[in-house]
């Protein structure tokens, strides 16, 4: 089975500061998606960013941005120009690959890691 | 536009009741999924669903059962309730190709 690990229960950085949560994951399938969600106080689950094991580029959405690193597995999500809003739980998600047919694939989360913004 | 609701947001039930978490999405998603969040241990997997009446166990499926009589709706059931059971459901699905799961705003249930 999969497993999910973030090793940093907190984190905190300095608004338009940049900073670097850590993943790491067990598997030994080759082909499998990572996922980074945001969950702020109001506790709903917010995608962030997404990335393809296939693909070698690193997904970038805006200010955020992964480190993908498929031999070390890891996915480490990185925040530049922080900002106030960024202020929540961030949780990191693995999925299994598509094998057609009816497999809609389960998400194994990590436990999390919640980011403070200072202003 | 599409989305995935969730009814109640909150509940408070007693001890043995039995209490069924509703779920709706309008994605036409045939994948559907409830976990529970619990200080520590982040989303478990309870019950998870490819298509009208498909049914799978996750993780956590102790004291909780699930129906899927169409394509937008997976009620979540607990038998009966105890107070291990207290925590924060969300419901989420995705497409048959298991692509991005999107979530619903996730119900706090308190069990006394």
């Known amino acids: 089975a999969q497993t999910v690990t973030q090793s940093q229960p907190e984190m905190s950085v300095q608004e338009a500061e940049t900073v670097t949560l850590s993943c790491t994951y067990d598997?030994?399938?080759?082909?499998?998606?990572l996922f980074w969600y945001k969950q702020p106080p109001s506790r709903q689950m917010i995608l962030v960013i997404r990335q393809e094991a296939y693909k070698q580029q690193n997904a970038t959405e805006n200010r955020f941005s992964v480190n993908f690193q498929k031999a070390a597995k890891s996915f480490s999500l990185k925040i530049s120009d922080s900002q106030l809003g960024d202020a929540a739980m961030y949780f990191c998600?693995?999925?299994?690959?598509?094998?057609?047919?009816?497999?809609?694939?389960?998400?194994?989360f990590g436990e999390g890691t919640q980011l403070t913004v200072n202003p | 536009d599409a989305e995935i609701t969730q009814s109640p947001r909150h509940k408070i039930t007693e001890t043995g009741r039995q209490v069924t978490l509703a779920c709706h999405q309008t994605?036409?998603?045939?994948?559907m999924f409830w976990y529970r969040q619990d200080l520590g241990h982040g989303l478990r997997l309870i019950h998870y669903s490819y298509g009208v009446h498909d049914t799978n166990k996750g993780e956590v499926s102790d004291g909780y059962s699930v129906s899927r009589s169409n394509t937008e709706d997976l009620p979540l059931t607990l038998e009966s309730a105890a107070s291990s059971q207290t925590s924060v459901y969300f419901c989420?699905?995705?497409?048959?190709?298991?692509?991005?799961?999107?979530f619903g705003p996730g119900t706090r249930l308190l069990v006394l």
């Open positions: 989420a699905s995705s497409g048959s190709r298991g692509e991005t799961q999107y």
């Open positions: 598997t030994s399938e080759s082909d499998y998606y």
């Open positions: 994605w036409n998603h045939n994948n």
């Open positions: 998600a693995y999925r299994s690959p598509f094998y057609g047919g009816t497999s809609g694939s389960r998400l194994t």
